[in-house]
């Protein structure tokens, strides 16, 4: 057998003799791996990709095919409408305290554009949203008495922060 495959690599001198070797910097401790900043700017790229990711899960679970804002909205559509107001609601501070919001007016003048905003403006905020029509709403609870999940789907509409119903009728 040949003796340099077997022999092993000799010990530092400083191991030889009863004491420690001396440690080399870890890369990340005394001196900086990168450029001064880099690591701060990756690190709230990823934390801003974590929100992005976020951000879209909620607007699925919450059952948003757009994304309606309130800059989005004409605003000289209907002049009388409040806009400071309706900003305010956007900005989700209402759901803290349990409070009921009901829009009501004519066809057309905006009123699920606004709602949709303002779940927009509760999953910004955190929150988590479910936007549903009554309609479908009501074919959820009948279809949940039908298959006998109907404790399951009041379980889910209790877990969201901000029941959105639209379209009465």
């Known amino acids: 057998m040949n003796a340099q495959l077997t022999a092993r690599p000799a010990a530092p001198a400083a191991l030889r003799h009863g004491r420690r070797a001396p440690r080399t910097p870890h890369p990340s ?19 801003r990709r974590r929100a992005d990711r976020l951000f879209a899960r909620r607007l699925k679970q919450a059952g948003l095919t757009t994304e309606k804002t309130l800059a989005d909205f004409d605003w ?23 409070a009921n919001l009901l829009l009501i007016g004519p066809p057309g003048v905006g009123k699920s554009h606004i709602a949709t905003a303002i779940a927009i403006g509760a999953i910004r905020a955190g929150r988590r949203a479910l936007v549903r029509s009554t309609f479908d709403l ?31 009728g």
Do not use: C, M, W, Y
């Open 29 to 47: 401790r005394g001196r900086p791996v990168a450029a001064p900043g880099v690591s701060g700017i990756a690190r709230r790229r990823r934390a």
């Open 76 to 98: 000289a559509f209907n002049p009388k409408l409040p806009k400071a107001t309706i900003a305010e609601l956007a900005t989700a501070r209402f759901v803290a305290t349990h």
């Open 138 to 168: 009501a074919a959820d609870f009948a279809q949940a008495d039908a298959t006998g999940t109907r404790r399951e789907l009041v379980q889910q509409l209790t877990r969201v922060d901000l029941l959105v119903l639209e379209d009465f």
